[in-house]
């Protein structure tokens, strides 16, 4: 019996991976193994792997093995829909890994291991955190310009949870909700599960128009603003401090909650002092560990004025008593051992890089970015619908985002919001070259 050829092996471990007889995570045969049990040679064995971590359905993690990849949720597509294609670079969702972080978690973990008082961590943990926990969050936070206390912060699953803990305790329902016309589209799931009324204002590249704002706080009892003041999503402007003090001016004048979000903060360390240290008395500052350390971690707090202390850890304990021990103790001891400033380090540099190649491989195209930030905003010609657009691309296993998913009320414009973060640096230009083609084959 001649041996099976290559491409039957690829095509008979890829079907097994996508039917789910070999679920994720799974440990395949050593190239070695693969060759003898084929009876293939070893270069072939290797081949059959390259091919395959190609397809994106494996992963080769040096000196322990090959493992099958989680396809599921974010991490890459569906596994139906990751099939027909060679490559998949998801500019949809942004969770920058730096090479290597997958040890930092094994040594982490070892690390606990051998640390007495483990079991500590099997124990409840309150809502809003163990008090040194809290502590170690805020001796972080004097490095984004924010003093506060440990009473002060809350910690929480993430900041999408801290958002949700937060609005949830400060606003009822029928609430109104101030936000940027495009924002961060968690915010919009947050306000409707809570029945808040949400009033879009409108936006420039360089900011809210803050005019605007002041008129809506004028005609209508807005409760809360949600701002997003230091490398926003989804158009990456950085607000000024006479932009940030007039905020303060117009939420003082009519008793609003500020609601910061600062989850992309870190990237730009010449911004101006926070919200929250201009308006401490009524700024919640949200943000986590998702962008600058890992998304899956799901670790992130809130700093909050002592009055909204209690009604927050209220929500906190309603959706989930207290915070995970464990993943609390690795956030906790990347932040105090220097392990985030490092990772943030090298975001930053990451940033700018995917940047540069995005503002190349655009170049002449209707961009909005700013030069420290993960994201573009890439406006379309009234003929290029983003929907479209986006289906053309998908089936080339590149993911993007279209304005929709950002606009808060009737402003949907013709643009896509590409994340940079995501797919390995030597996929970004590609990706970017192949979306610039989809674009500019549509005809007028
Ligand atoms: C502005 C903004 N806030 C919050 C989040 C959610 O962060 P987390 O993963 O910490 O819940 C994101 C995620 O993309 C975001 O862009």
Redesign the pocket.
Known sequence: MRPPSYKAIVDELAAAIRGGGLPAGSRLPTHRELARERRIALATATRVYAELAAMGLVVGEPGRGTFVRDLSGYDGLEPSRALPVARVADLSF?QPLAQGQADLLRLALRELATSGGIESLLRQHPPGGRRHDRAVVATYLLGRGIDTVPANVLLAG????A?DAVLRGLTRPGDVLAADALT?P?VKLAARAHGLDLAAVPVTPTGPDLDALARLCELRPVRAIYA?PTVH?PLGWVLDARQRARLVEIARAHDCVIVE?G??AFLETAAPPPLQALAPERTCYLA?L?KNVA?GLRF?FAVLPDRHVAAVTGTLRTAGWGMPGLVTAVATGWLADGTVAKLEDHRRADAAARQDIARAELAGMDVTAHPASYLVWLGLEPHQRPDQVAASLAADGILVSTADAFATGSFRPHALRLALGTPALEDLAPALRRLREAIEAIPP
């Open positions: 942004n993430g900041t999408q949870h958002l961060y968690g997003i999503n979000d989850t992309y986590g998702s998304t992130g």
